[in-house]
């Protein structure tokens, strides 16, 4: 099915204000330690930290990224939120390829936290924290 294009736009449905939108989302990964992130954490979009510890999760290499997300060009992004469900508090750390671009990858304690990752150059991403 093609999405129609019309004044600047891509319209999804009949475009019914009232029309919910589905997504699909995978059973997202549950860490409880320091660990590397895989890309299909970063598809899943949501990730959650149980542990009363600190620990760093680690982002994928960039060129992991653009192998599992082969159709991304240059300006494509995509979100991640981090949920913490305990007093720990986890640190994401960039890969090969990426940059932390702002505010530091340090989550919050029984907090959510929401980064959005664009694409940069080929196997190159920056991290943005956009809340929380």
Not at 89 to 111: E, Q, R, Y
């Amino acid at each position: 099915m093609a999405l129609s294009n019309g004044s600047g736009g891509y319209q999804v449905g009949d475009g019914n204000l009232n029309e919910v939108v589905f997504a699909t989302l995978t059973v997202p990964a549950a860490y409880t330690a320091a660990a590397t992130l895989t890309a299909a954490d970063l598809a899943s979009g949501l990730v959650i930290y149980t542990s009363s510890s600190t620990a760093n999760l680690t982002l994928p290499t960039a060129a992991i990224v653009d192998a599992a997300f082969s159709s991304a060009k240059v300006g494509s992004s995509f979100d991640l939120a981090l949920v913490t469900t305990s007093t720990g508090v986890p640190t994401i750390v960039v890969g090969t390829g990426w940059t932390l671009a702002g505010t530091s990858g340090v989550g919050v304690a029984s907090k959510s936290v929401l980064y959005r990752a664009v694409k940069t150059d080929t196997a190159a991403y920056s991290l943005y924290r956009v809340a929380g």
